[in-house]
C-alpha cells in the first residue's frame, strides 16, 4: 500500500483545495473550470503562485531535516554485494528442498486421486446393481400380487370384489411407477433386457385391467371406482390414455350418432339442433368424471382427482372429428350467406361449450389445444371475404357507370351510384355479412368504397356538360344506356389500336351534376354515423381506439370535400354560361330600334327572363334536393359572372351606341340638311335614345327578378357598375327627350 504524501497546509482563504492535486485522476482543465466557477482566473493565478512557494520552502525544509540521510546514502550501500552474494547459496539449497517436497506431495494426491476414481466406479457400479436388484423385486412382487388376487377372484363371488381390484391395482401402480424409474436409470443393462417382456407382460395387463375397471366405473356410475382408477392412471403418468379411452369408448359413438350430415340438411335449422344436442352430452354423461376430477361446482375437494380435464382432451376432439369427417359441407364458403349462417351458429356453440368448461384455466387450455385451433382453421374466412369483396365491389362499379343512372324510389339518395355507396357501407357492418375476424378486412373495404366514390365524383367532375335540358336527363335507364352504347361504338370501331386516352369522355347532364352535388353532400353528413355503426363491431373484439378510427373517416370525408369546389365551379360555369346565353342578346337591342320607327319601349326584353330560367329552375325544382345555402351559394356566383359578362356586353352595346350617335352628328353637321337626321328625331325619342332606355328597362327588370330570388344585388360581382352604367344612359336619354 502507497503512503500517502502529506502536502503542506496553506492559508484559508485559498480558492481550492490542496487535496486535489493528490487525487488520481487529477485533471488540469477540469480543476481550472472548477475554480474558475468561484473566482476569477487572476485571483487563481495569485493563490497557485502563493502555495507554489508554501510547497518550494517545505520541500527545502524537509531536504535540510534529512541531509545527513541524504548525503551518507552511497556510503551505507558499500559492501551490500557480497552480502547479497552469501544469501544466494542457501536460498538455492531451499529451493531445492521446495521443489522435492512438492513432488513428493503431487505423487501422494494423484494416488488419492486414482483411488477415489476407482472408488466412484465401484459405488456407481454398485447402484446400478442394486437399480436392478430392485427392478428384479418389483416384477416378482407385482407378480406375486396379480397371482394372490388371481386366486380370489376365483374363489370369491362377493360383489364388492370390483372395489378390492381398485385397490389392488393402486397398490400394483405405486409400485409399478417404481418399477419404470429403476427401470430407466438402468437402460441399456444386459439383465434389463432380459427382464423386458415380464415388464412389457405386466405393463400389457395393468393397462387392459385399468381400461376395464374404467369402463365397469362408468358404466355402472360407480364412483369409488372410477376414482380409484383414475388415480392409478395418474400414478403410472397415464392420464392421457384414460382421456383417450374415454374419448374413444364414450364420446365417440355419441358423436357418431348425432352429426349426421343428412339430418344438418333436411331439417330447417338442422346445425343448430345437432349443436344443442352435443351441448347435452357433458351434463348427460360427462357428470361423474366432472365430480371425480373437479370439473363440476359440487364436487369435493378431499376426494378430487388432480391432472384431468375430460372435456378439453376427451369430449372436444372427438367433436371436431366427427364433424371434419361427417360434416365436411359445413366448412363450405360457396354460399357466403350459407356460411355465414353456419359459421355464426358454430362459433356460438363454440363459446356455450367453453361455459361449461369448469374454470378458466379449463378454457385456457381448451383454446391452445390443437383441435381448437384446427376447428378453426377449418373455416375458410378468406373465401369468403373474397366472394363478399366481389358482390360488393361488383355492383359498386355497375352502379358507377356513364349514364349515372337514379336512384331506386324511397332512397334518401338522387343518383344509383351513391346509393349502392351507402349501401356497401352498410352491408359490410351488416349483422348478415360482419364476422369479427373479418373486422379489419372489412373496415379497410369501408374505407376503399369511399375512396372510389372520391375518384367518381372527381371524374364527373372534369366530364363536358351535355346541352339537353331537365327532361330529357330524366330519360329511363334503358334509353340511357341505348344513347351511350350508340354514342361509343364509332370510337371503339374507329380506334382499335389507340389507347383509351383518345377516347372522347362520357357527357354528363346539368341535372346530373346538381344531383351528384346533392348526394356529396348527404353522403358527407352521414359519414359519422359509420362511426356508430361501426363502433359496436369493433368494441365486440376488444378494438378501443376509436380515435383513430374517427380519424381515418374524417380523412375519407376530406377527401370527399376536397371535390366539392370543382363540382360546384362547375356546376355555377354552367348556370353562368346558360344565363349568359341569353344575356348577350343585348348585342341585338340597336338592330331592333335603329331605322326602325319603332315606339318607346315600357317593359324588358323577353331575353332577361330567358336568362333568369336556369337560376328560377334551380331554386324551385331543386329546393328538395339541395340545401338553401348551396342553392343561394349557386345563385350567388353563377348570377356574379353572368352580372360581369352582362355588364361588359351592355358597356360595349352602349359605347356602339355613342359613337355611331356622334357619328351621325358629325355627318349632319357637314351635310348641315335635315334629310340626315335619324328617323324619328323629329318625331320624338332619337333610335340611340330608346337603344338607351330599352337597356335600362332591361337590367331594372334583371334586379327585380334577382331580388325576388331572395338574393342582394349588392353582393353581386359588377352589378353596382352595371347599374351606375345603366342609370347615366338612362339620365342621358331622358334629358335629350326634355
Known amino acids: 500500500m502507497e503512503a500517502k504524501m502529506n502536502l503542506p497546509r496553506g492559508p484559508e482563504n485559498l480558492c481550492f483545495d490542496k487535496d486535489?492535486?493528490?487525487?488520481?485522476?487529477?485533471?488540469?482543465?477540469?480543476?481550472?473550470?472548477?475554480?474558475?466557477k468561484r473566482v476569477q482566473l487572476e485571483e487563481l493565478r495569485e493563490d497557485l503562485e502563493l502555495y507554489y512557494k508554501l510547497l518550494k520552502t517545505a520541500m527545502v525544509e524537509l531536504i535540510n531535516k534529512d541531509y545527513a540521510d541524504f548525503v551518507n546514502l552511497s556510503t551505507n550501500l558499500v559492501g551490500m554485494d557480497k552480502a547479497l552474494n552469501q544469501l544466494s547459496v542457501p536460498l538455492g539449497q531451499l529451493r531445492e528442498e521446495v521443489m522435492s517436497l512438492k513432488s513428493c506431495v503431487s505423487e501422494g494426491i494423484q494416488a488419492v486421486d486414482d483411488r477415489m476414481t476407482k472408488q466412484e466406479d465401484i459405488r456407481r457400479k454398485k447402484m446400478c446393481v442394486l437399480r436392478l436388484i430392485h427392478?428384479?423385486?418389483?416384477?416378482?412382487?407385482?407378480?406375486?400380487?396379480?397371482?394372490?388376487?388371481?386366486?380370489?377372484?376365483?374363489?370369491?363371488?362377493?360383489?364388492?370384489?370390483?372395489?378390492?381390484?381398485?385397490?389392488?391395482?393402486?397398490?400394483?401402480?405405486?409400485?409399478?411407477?417404481?418399477?419404470?424409474?429403476?427401470?430407466?436409470?438402468?437402460?441399456?443393462?444386459?439383465?434389463?433386457?432380459?427382464?423386458?417382456?415380464?415388464?412389457?407382460?405386466?405393463?400389457?395387463?395393468l393397462q387392459q385391467s385399468l381400461e376395464g375397471l374404467l369402463l365397469e366405473g362408468l358404466q355402472t356410475s360407480n364412483v369409488d371406482i372410477i376414482r380409484h382408477c383414475l388415480r392409478t392412471y395418474a400414478t403410472i403418468d397415464k392420464t392421457r390414455d384414460a382421456e383417450a379411452l374415454v374419448g374413444q369408448v364414450l364420446v365417440k359413438p355419441y358423436v357418431d350418432e348425432v352429426v349426421v350430415e343428412q339430418y344438418v340438411q333436411s331439417h330447417p335449422n338442422g346445425l343448430q339442433s345437432m349443436y344443442n344436442r352435443l351441448l347435452e352430452f357433458v351434463p348427460h354423461h360427462c357428470r361423474l368424471l366432472r365430480e371425480v376430477t373437479g370439473g363440476a361446482i359440487s364436487s369435493e375437494k378431499a376426494d378430487i382427482v388432480p391432472g384431468y380435464d375430460f372435456l378439453v382432451n376427451s369430449v372436444w376432439p372427438e367433436i371436431v372429428h366427427g364433424l371434419e369427417e361427417k360434416l365436411p359441407s359445413l366448412f363450405n364458403p360457396g354460399n357466403p350467406d350459407v356460411f355465414h349462417e353456419k359459421y355464426t351458429t358454430s362459433m356460438d356453440f363454440v363459446r356455450k361449450f367453453e361455459r361449461q368448461c369448469g374454470s378458466q384455466a379449463s378454457v385456457k387450455r381448451l383454446r391452445a389445444h390443437p383441435s381448437y385451433h384446427s376447428f378453426n382453421n377449418k373455416w375458410n374466412l378468406p373465401v369468403?371475404?373474397?366472394?363478399?369483396?366481389?358482390?360488393?365491389?361488383?355492383?359498386?362499379?355497375?352502379?358507377?357507370?356513364?349514364?349515372?343512372?337514379?336512384?331506386?324510389?324511397?332512397?334518401?339518395?338522387?343518383?344509383?351510384?351513391?346509393?349502392?355507396?351507402?349501401?356497401?357501407?352498410?352491408?359490410?357492418?351488416?349483422?348478415?355479412?360482419?364476422?369479427?375476424?373479418?373486422?379489419?378486412?372489412?373496415?379497410?373495404?369501408?374505407?376503399?368504397?369511399?375512396?372510389?366514390y372520391s375518384v367518381f365524383i372527381g371524374e364527373v367532375s372534369v366530364r363536358p356538360i351535355s346541352g339537353e335540358n331537365a327532361k330529357e336527363s330524366k330519360k329511363s335507364v334503358s334509353a340511357g344506356r341505348k344513347e351511350s352504347s350508340v354514342s361509343l361504338s364509332p370510337s371503339e370501331e374507329q380506334g382499335n389500336?389507340?389507347?383509351?386516352?383518345?377516347?372522347?369522355?362520357?357527357?354528363?347532364?346539368?341535372?346530373?351534376?346538381?344531383?351528384?352535388?346533392?348526394?356529396?353532400?348527404?353522403?358527407?353528413?352521414?359519414?359519422?354515423?359509420?362511426?356508430?355503426?361501426?363502433?359496436?363491431?369493433?368494441?365486440?373484439?376488444?378494438?378501443?381506439?376509436?380515435?383513430?378510427?374517427?380519424?381515418?373517416?374524417?380523412?375519407?370525408?376530406?377527401?370527399?370535400?376536397?371535390?366539392?369546389?370543382?363540382?360546384?365551379?362547375?356546376?355555377?360555369?354552367?348556370?353562368?354560361?346558360?344565363?349568359?346565353?341569353?344575356?348577350?342578346?343585348?348585342?341585338?337591342?340597336?338592330?331592333?330600334?335603329?331605322?326602325?320607327?319603332?315606339?318607346?319601349?315600357?317593359?324588358?326584353?323577353?331575353?332577361?327572363?330567358?336568362?333568369?330560367?336556369?337560376?328560377?329552375?334551380?331554386?324551385?325544382?331543386?329546393?328538395?334536393?339541395?340545401?338553401?345555402?348551396?342553392?343561394?351559394?349557386?345563385?350567388?356566383?353563377?348570377?356574379?359572372?353572368?352580372?360581369?359578362?352582362?355588364?361588359?356586353t351592355v358597356s360595349d352595346v352602349l359605347?356602339?351606341?355613342?359613337?355611331?350617335?356622334?357619328?351621325?352628328?358629325?355627318?349632319?353637321?357637314?351635310?348641315?340638311?335635315?334629310?340626315?337626321?335619324?328617323?324619328?328625331?323629329?318625331?320624338?325619342?332619337?333610335?340611340?335614345?330608346?337603344?338607351?332606355?330599352?337597356?335600362a328597362l332591361d337590367v331594372e327588370y334583371y334586379g327585380e327578378q334577382i331580388r325576388k330570388m331572395g338574393l342582394e344585388t349588392s353582393n353581386l360581382k359588377g352589378f353596382s357598375a352595371l347599374t351606375e352604367l345603366i342609370l347615366t344612359a338612362k339620365d342621358q336619354a331622358t334629358a335629350e327627350q326634355s
Open 135 to 205: 427392478v428384479i423385486q418389483s416384477v416378482e412382487k407385482i407378480e406375486k400380487i396379480l397371482h394372490s388376487q388371481g386366486s380370489k377372484e376365483l374363489s370369491s363371488l362377493e360383489g364388492n370384489s370390483s372395489l378390492l381390484t381398485g385397490q389392488v391395482l393402486e397398490r400394483i401402480a405405486t409400485e409399478f411407477n417404481q418399477l419404470q424409474f429403476h427401470a430407466v436409470q438402468s437402460k441399456g443393462m444386459p439383465l434389463l433386457d432380459k427382464v423386458r417382456p415380464r415388464i412389457a407382460g405386466i405393463t400389457a395387463m
Open 497 to 648: 389500336g389507340s389507347s383509351p386516352e383518345s377516347q372522347p369522355l362520357p357527357s354528363v347532364s346539368s341535372t346530373q351534376l346538381v344531383y351528384v352535388a346533392a348526394d356529396l353532400d348527404k353522403l358527407q353528413d352521414r359519414i359519422p354515423d359509420i362511426l356508430e355503426i361501426i363502433k359496436p363491431k369493433l368494441e365486440m373484439i376488444g378494438f378501443k381506439n376509436m380515435p383513430c378510427i374517427a380519424g381515418a373517416l374524417e380523412d375519407s370525408k376530406t377527401s370527399l370535400s376536397a371535390c366539392v369546389p370543382t363540382l360546384n365551379s362547375r356546376i355555377i360555369q354552367d348556370l353562368s354560361e346558360s344565363s349568359f346565353a341569353f344575356l348577350k342578346s343585348a348585342l341585338e337591342v340597336p338592330r331592333l330600334y335603329r331605322r326602325t320607327n319603332k315606339e318607346v319601349p315600357t317593359k324588358a326584353s323577353p331575353y332577361v327572363d330567358s336568362a333568369l330560367k336556369p337560376f328560377y329552375r334551380l331554386q324551385n325544382e331543386y329546393k328538395g334536393t339541395l340545401k338553401q345555402p348551396m342553392i343561394h351559394q349557386w345563385l350567388e356566383s353563377a348570377l356574379s359572372e353572368s352580372t360581369q359578362k352582362y355588364y361588359e
Open 20 to 36: 486535489e492535486f493528490m487525487k488520481p485522476d487529477f485533471d488540469v482543465d477540469h480543476f481550472v473550470s472548477d475554480c474558475r
Open 384 to 452: 369468403y371475404f373474397q366472394i363478399r369483396f366481389r358482390e360488393i365491389a361488383g355492383a359498386l362499379e355497375e352502379a358507377l357507370s356513364d349514364t349515372l343512372e337514379e336512384a331506386p324510389d324511397g332512397s334518401s339518395y338522387c343518383l344509383l351510384a351513391t346509393h349502392m355507396v351507402w349501401t356497401s357501407l352498410l352491408k359490410c357492418w351488416s349483422d348478415q355479412m360482419f364476422l369479427p375476424l373479418l373486422a379489419h378486412r372489412l373496415w379497410k373495404l369501408s374505407l376503399q368504397i369511399l375512396a372510389r
Open 655 to 695: 359605347s356602339s351606341v355613342k359613337k355611331m350617335e356622334e357619328s351621325l352628328k358629325r355627318l349632319k353637321q357637314a351635310r348641315r340638311t335635315a334629310t340626315s337626321n335619324p328617323v324619328g328625331t323629329n318625331g320624338g325619342m332619337s333610335d340611340d335614345n330608346k337603344i338607351r332606355l330599352q337597356l
